[in-house]
């Protein structure tokens, strides 16, 4: 088993508890999730995504799957790149985040864990994960999963922020992500919730493991020459072959 951080006591006091304190926290959030993230990345997380996708190969007809999907953000950047009749299906835990992705795009949604995904072996060209790899329990019985409802010749595609490993550069993300962004936030959304969202945000991204280990759980669950593209640092695009 491989968990991406170790427990965060400083949101909830016994790790048996993480995955009830996170679901109510996106549960809880939702409605100001996209205005948070684009926030947080000065709007330019709809382009990036787009870019990641093309970049990886993704293209008209392919069937994708976009675990933990939320409100949808991966899931529509898909769709705009697959075009008309896209078929793309979001995947999350939190009703909250579902619904309130359906007011900007209707796709097939499913309500449930990326650990256990309800569909057929072989089933998709693509597996998306976007910002959200940190919020698993185990990382390899995910990868099993999308390995195992991908296609032959399938691909998956993770996106996530790496906390630098030089001090400085850690310091001053933190104090952007996990002190001035989860403030000025809820400040403006009046919302303490959405400043602990995002002071949620960061410290599971400065705790989370090293590249390495999550290309080494890939290449555990039989993907093919899993590698990680990086931009500016700390944007880090993972992909594999099924
Ligand atoms: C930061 S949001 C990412 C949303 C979207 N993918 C994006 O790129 O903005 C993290 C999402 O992971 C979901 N999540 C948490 N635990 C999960 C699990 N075990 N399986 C699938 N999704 C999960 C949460 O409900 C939340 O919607």
């Not at 205005?35 to 190969?57: D, E, H, K, M, P």
């Not at 691909?155 to 104090?175: C, D, F, H, N, Y």
């Amino acid at each position: 088993m491989t968990s991406p951080h170790p427990p965060l006591r400083e949101f909830y006091r016994h790790p048996g508890e993480r995955e009830h304190f996170v679901r109510d926290l996106f549960d809880g959030t939702a409605p100001w999730y996209d205005w948070a993230i684009a926030f947080l990345s000065f709007g330019s997380g709809n382009w990036y995504r787009r870019q990641v996708l093309t970049r990886a190969g993704l293209k008209r007809g392919d069937r994708v799957l976009d675990i933990a999907t939320g409100t949808g953000v991966v899931a529509r950047a898909a769709a705009h790149i697959i075009g008309e009749g896209h078929s793309v299906i979001g995947l999350d835990p939190s009703i909250g985040m579902l619904i309130a992705g359906r007011e900007k795009a209707q796709f097939p949604n499913v309500q449930a864990r990326s650990e256990r995904l309800p569909f057929r072996d072989q089933t998709f060209d693509f597996v998306t994960i976007g910002f959200a790899l940190r919020h698993f329990a185990d990382l390899e019985a995910v990868f099993n999963e999308c390995a195992r409802v991908l296609r032959p010749n399938g691909k998956i595609v993770i996106l996530e922020i790496t906390a630098p490993q030089s001090r400085i550069a850690r310091g001053l993300l933190g104090a952007y992500m996990g002190g001035f962004v989860p403030v000025a936030a809820a400040l403006v959304t009046r919302r303490a919730r959405v400043g602990r969202m995002l002071r949620y945000y960061w410290a599971t991204t400065r705790d989370c493991v090293r590249p390495n280990v999550i290309l080494g759980a890939l290449r555990g669950a039989g993907f093919r020459e899993p590698r990680r593209n990086v931009d500016i640092g700390i944007f880090s695009e993972y992909s594999a072959g099924r």
